[in-house]
């Protein structure tokens, strides 16, 4: 691991974020600089761009992807043991299986760092697993997935995901799979595949349930064993250090940060009923079945702090620092350990929390004063509410005050660009 340097701060005017040293004007530099020709620095340190994307790469994007191949294994292993008798066998050890993976999966999609920004076939092959390939932050339809159970049954010998929407795929497909404790469809009486599903025997049922769930863990292993070659066998990473893409990769990686936006706004948006909430946002967000979302922002929170942190190696606290601006890592950071603490805390499930909030709404005596108290909470996150219910609120507003060091000194010192979609979403 690369240990950070202690790291003098520097008074000097900020420079532009990427000063290649391309040569020096007629010998006029200083003897005594220790920038070396031809390297890319950030902003007015002596830190360069590839000793930030080696460290991220080594020590947080693949080591992310190899214990996502090792969860997966095991999840593999028990779930095939379940599915042996799935009549007489306990799913726990399946379903225990299942939350390692999906810890797992949130440390992944934490650093969509991905590879389609310079390998071309890279779009069906990216780091972003979510999006990418089959790992997906949330089910838009259980119906749907209802429907690919009924489907690999009717032909299991010709079926493939192939041309599936990775809507009905990933490791929240898997959930409902190992989860739910309901074994009739979700889907109208219209719908055709699953005509009759309902009516066949319990064990047949839960056969073809199982049959689908190892069809989705083998998709996944498959995912993520081809994006561990790029960075791997392929050596990806040194595509990266190439002088011309570097500065297009570091601005990839910090873009990587404002996946605590999608944290923010998709997991903690109906408790305050933003206006830039999708649609029906909380119905199908992630490990609703399981209750463990709160595991899931914990694990996504402990992701981006090694991306910013480096892992404790050099990143892009250590530019900030030098810079003079370490009050900003502070900032970020403290608000980002504050978050993770105040969910570790908890003893109710995000899901029980966020019912609570919705009911104590419904039943408030004067209209608008729980939107207001939650409004209140995010605002002044450290300050204790007397309901457990205002907890989402506060998180939004610890992850709003993290995100903001993003959008402004950060982005600012090291003249990144802010990602489209968050720079005008309004919070």
């Known amino acids: 691991m690369i240990k950070k340097k202690n790291w003098t701060l520097q008074a000097a005017s900020l420079l532009a974020a990427f000063v290649v040293l391309a040569g020096c004007d007629g010998g006029n530099a200083s003897s005594t600089s220790s920038k070396e020709e031809g390297a890319v620095y950030l902003a007015s340190t002596e830190i360069t761009a590839e000793s930030l994307l080696t460290q991220a790469i080594d020590e947080v994007v693949i080591p992310n992807h190899v214990a996502l191949q090792t969860s997966l294994t095991r999840l593999q292993t028990a779930q095939s043991a379940y599915c042996a008798d799935p009549q007489q066998a306990s799913p726990a050890a399946a379903q225990a299986a299942w939350s390692e993976a999906n810890e797992a999966v949130q440390r992944v999609n934490a650093h969509p760092f991905a590879v389609s920004t310079f390998i071309e076939q890279g779009v069906a092959l990216g780091a972003r697993l979510d999006d990418e390939e089959m790992i997906i932050r949330k089910v ?86 081809r994006i561990l070659d790029y960075w791997t066998r392929l050596n990806y990473g040194s595509q990266l250090m190439v002088e011309a893409n570097q500065a297009d990769a570091v601005q990839a990686l910090f873009e990587s940060l404002f996946y605590i936006e999608t944290v923010k706004d998709e997991k ?89 909030l919705l009911d104590a709404q419904a039943n408030e005596m004067e209209e608008g004063a729980v939107k207001a108290q939650c409004a ?43 990602p489209g979609t968050v720079q005008g979403d309004g919070d």
Request: glycine share 4%.
């Open 268 to 356: 903690l948006c109906i408790p305050r009923e933003s206006e830039n909430c999708p649609s029906d946002s909380f119905v199908f967000t992630s490990a609703g079945l399981s209750e463990q979302t709160y595991s899931e922002l914990d694990a996504s929170l402990e992701s981006l702090r090694a991306i910013y942190t480096g892992d404790e190696g050099i990143g892009f606290d250590d530019v900030m620092a030098e810079s003079g601006f370490q009050s900003s890592n502070e900032t970020f950071l403290t608000n980002m350990h504050a978050a993770s603490a105040l969910i570790n805390a908890q003893a109710d499930s995000l899901q029980a929390q966020i019912e609570a």
């Open 376 to 418: 209140n909470a995010s605002s002044a996150p450290q300050v204790a509410t007397s309901e457990a219910y205002y907890v989402p609120c506060r998180l939004f507003g610890y992850l709003k005050q993290a995100a903001d060091v993003l959008k402004t000194d950060v982005q600012s010192v090291l003249d990144l660009t802010v």
């Open 140 to 225: 838009a339809s259980y119906c749907a997935a209802d429907v690919q159970v009924a489907l690999q049954a009717e032909d299991s010998a010709n079926y493939s995901l192939t041309g599936v929407s990775t809507l009905t795929r990933g490791i929240h497909s898997l959930e409902r799979m190992l989860f739910e404790t309901s074994y009739e469809h979700t889907c109208p009486d219209s719908t055709q595949a699953t005509l009759g599903w309902n009516d066949q025997p319990l064990a047949e049922r839960q056969a073809q349930r199982c049959d689908y769930a190892t069809i989705l863990i083998e998709d996944m292993v498959s995912a993520n064993d």
